[in-house]
C-alpha cells in the first residue's frame, strides 16, 4: 500500500524513520545478517529504533540511543509490540555514551552523523 | 561530530565495526512517477539544499578526522537507493516544501501537461544512501 508520508518527519519526529529505507534493506547493503548475527550492537541517533529492532532478530543485545524522549517511548512501544527482549532503549546523547569500554562489537551510526 | 567517534571508538571493542550512512548528496535525488503496472519513471531531479551540502562535508571531515587519528580504518563503502512514496503529486510537493535536506523545487524533465496528467498518480522521491564500514583499530 502506498502512503502518503508528507508532514510524517516534521509532525511526528518519533515517526521519521517510515522515510528512510527498511531495516533489512540497509542491513543487505552492510553485508546481511551475519554483521550482526550474536554480536553486541549500539545504534546511536536510533530515532523510533528502525534499525535496533531490526537488528534484534539476529544480535545478541541491541541497545539504542537518541537525545529525543518521544522517539525512545515510540522505540520502546514498538519492541514491546515486536517481543524483542534483547533490545534496550535509552535516552542519551552521541558524544556521551553510559557504557564501558570495548564493550560493544558493532556501532551503527545510521543517518546520525 | 568527532567527539562522537571518538566516543564510538571507546565503545567498541578493537577490530569492531563502525557503520556510517547517510543520505548520498553528491548525487542528485530523483521525483518519479509510478506507472499503473508499477514502474518508476523518472520526470525530474532534485537537488539537495546548500545548508545540508555544508553538514554533509562537516561529517566526511569528522570521518576523514578519526581515519586520520587512526581510530578507524575504512573496509568498504558503497552506495544504495531508495523510494520515498506518496500518494500523488501533490503529497510529494508538500514533503519537498517542509523538508530541510532538499531543494523544494523539482527540475521537471517531463512537460507540464504530462505532470498535470499524472497529478493522481502515486509518485516517490528515489535518493541515493552511501555507507562505509569502519574497523576499530
Redesign the interface.
Same mark, same amino acid.
Given at each position: 500500500m %502506498? *502512503? #502518503? *508520508? #508528507? +508532514?510524517v518527519? /516534521?509532525l511526528f519526529p518519533a515517526l521519521s524513520s517510515q522515510? /528512510?529505507? $527498511?531495516p533489512a *534493506?540497509?542491513l543487505r547493503?552492510? +553485508?546481511g545478517p551475519g554483521?550482526v548475527r550474536r554480536k553486541r550492537v549500539?545504534d %546511536?541517533g536510533c530515532g523510533d529504533g528502525r534499525m535496533a529492532l531490526g537488528c534484534a532478530p539476529y544480535a545478541s543485545e541491541v541497545v539504542g540511543v537518541d537525545p529525543d524522549p518521544d522517539a525512545i517511548r515510540s522505540a520502546r512501544a514498538r519492541a514491546r509490540e515486536l517481543g524483542a527482549a534483547n533490545v534496550k532503549f535509552r535516552v542519551g546523547v &552521541? $558524544?556521551?555514551?553510559p557504557? &564501558?569500554?570495548?564493550?560493544?562489537?558493532? %556501532? !551503527?551510526? #545510521?543517518? *546520525? !552523523? | 561530530m568527532v567527539d562522537a567517534l571518538k566516543e564510538a571508538h571507546r565503545i567498541l571493542r578493537p577490530r569492531g565495526i563502525l557503520v556510517d550512512a547517510r543520505p548520498e548528496s553528491r548525487v542528485l535525488a530523483y521525483a518519479e512517477r509510478q506507472a499503473p503496472t508499477g514502474s518508476y519513471r523518472r520526470a525530474g531531479a532534485i537537488a539537495t539544499a546548500r545548508v545540508e551540502l555544508a553538514n554533509d562535508r562537516t561529517s566526511d571531515r569528522a570521518l576523514a578526522t578519526a581515519v586520520r587519528s587512526g581510530w578507524f580504518r575504512s573496509l568498504r563503502a558503497g552506495r544504495f537507493w531508495h523510494r520515498v512514496l506518496f500518494e500523488d503529486r501533490s503529497g510529494m510537493q508538500d514533503y519537498l516544501d517542509d523538508h530541510p535536506r532538499f531543494v523544494h523545487r523539482v527540475k521537471w524533465i517531463v512537460e507540464p501537461a504530462t505532470r498535470r496528467k499524472w497529478e493522481r498518480d502515486p509518485w516517490a522521491i528515489r535518493r541515493a544512501v552511501r555507507f562505509e564500514l569502519l574497523e576499530r583499530v
Amino acid at each position: 500500500m %502506498v *502512503t #502518503s *508520508t #508528507s +508532514g510524517v518527519g /516534521r509532525l511526528f519526529p518519533a515517526l521519521s524513520s517510515q522515510l /528512510r529505507p $527498511q531495516p533489512a *534493506t540497509e542491513l543487505r547493503e552492510y +553485508g546481511g545478517p551475519g554483521l550482526v548475527r550474536r554480536k553486541r550492537v549500539i545504534d %546511536v541517533g536510533c530515532g523510533d529504533g528502525r534499525m535496533a529492532l531490526g537488528c534484534a532478530p539476529y544480535a545478541s543485545e541491541v541497545v539504542g540511543v537518541d537525545p529525543d524522549p518521544d522517539a525512545i517511548r515510540s522505540a520502546r512501544a514498538r519492541a514491546r509490540e515486536l517481543g524483542a527482549a534483547n533490545v534496550k532503549f535509552r535516552v542519551g546523547v &552521541a $558524544q556521551h555514551l553510559p557504557f &564501558a569500554d570495548e564493550h560493544f562489537d558493532i %556501532v !551503527l551510526l #545510521s543517518w *546520525t !552523523l | 561530530m568527532v567527539d562522537a567517534l571518538k566516543e564510538a571508538h571507546r565503545i567498541l571493542r578493537p577490530r569492531g565495526i563502525l557503520v556510517d550512512a547517510r543520505p548520498e548528496s553528491r548525487v542528485l535525488a530523483y521525483a518519479e512517477r509510478q506507472a499503473p503496472t508499477g514502474s518508476y519513471r523518472r520526470a525530474g531531479a532534485i537537488a539537495t539544499a546548500r545548508v545540508e551540502l555544508a553538514n554533509d562535508r562537516t561529517s566526511d571531515r569528522a570521518l576523514a578526522t578519526a581515519v586520520r587519528s587512526g581510530w578507524f580504518r575504512s573496509l568498504r563503502a558503497g552506495r544504495f537507493w531508495h523510494r520515498v512514496l506518496f500518494e500523488d503529486r501533490s503529497g510529494m510537493q508538500d514533503y519537498l516544501d517542509d523538508h530541510p535536506r532538499f531543494v523544494h523545487r523539482v527540475k521537471w524533465i517531463v512537460e507540464p501537461a504530462t505532470r498535470r496528467k499524472w497529478e493522481r498518480d502515486p509518485w516517490a522521491i528515489r535518493r541515493a544512501v552511501r555507507f562505509e564500514l569502519l574497523e576499530r583499530v
